[in-house]
């Protein structure tokens, strides 16, 4: 479910992405996709290997200026996660996503995602561990803990404010 894919380094190995996460969380990006000259296809970076280039999607994630929901970070880094178990010839299983993902699972925001969507889409998983589980729902109950960054994203916190603001004008 991908739409791009990054042909990287001297070897051209292929990283594919989402367009959407890449264009939120950087103005390089956005002009890359959706400006005037476009990238179509794949896209040739040939001055960087292929390992830094993964770095940058450390650099998305943990972006307090990424705007983009919690739950749909996670749903895409799952995507990405299992991807690369595909590519590496490895089950899909919960236990490879989460190997898969390795540190960039800490830089997902839990304890910002709507309660009900963290249980429903969550919580189901066997992502994360059942003690990771309950730190996230004491959070949710006004038990704080530094298991997982609880500080909102930049853009997160504008929709929030702007989905009040029209919420307050609609009723008076």
């Known amino acids: ?74 749903q895409r880094m799952v995507q990405w996660a299992k991807l690369r178990c595909g590519e590496q010839n490895k089950p ?11 540190d960039l699972l800490h830089l997902i925001r839990f304890p910002c995602m709507e309660p009900r969507f963290f249980t429903e889409e969550v919580s189901s998983t066997n992502i994360l561990t059942f003690e990771e589980k309950v730190k996230i729902y004491e959070h949710f109950n006004l038990k704080w803990n530094d298991i997982f960054i609880s500080k909102r994203r930049l853009g997160e916190i504008i929709h929030v404010v702007r989905c009040k603001v029209d919420t307050d004008s609609f009723f008076f």
């Open 1 to 74: 479910m991908c739409d791009v894919t990054f042909q990287v380094g001297s070897d051209k190995s292929s990283i594919k992405a989402h367009k959407y996460m890449l264009a939120s969380a950087s103005p390089v990006f956005y002009s890359m996709f959706e400006g005037p000259l476009a990238e179509k296809g794949d896209v040739e970076i040939a001055d960087i290997a292929s390992e830094h280039f993964t770095e940058c999607l450390k650099l998305i994630v943990e972006s307090d200026n990424l705007n983009c929901d919690e739950g749909i970070i996670f």
């Open 92 to 102: 899909t299983t919960d236990e490879s996503v989460r190997n898969s993902l390795g």
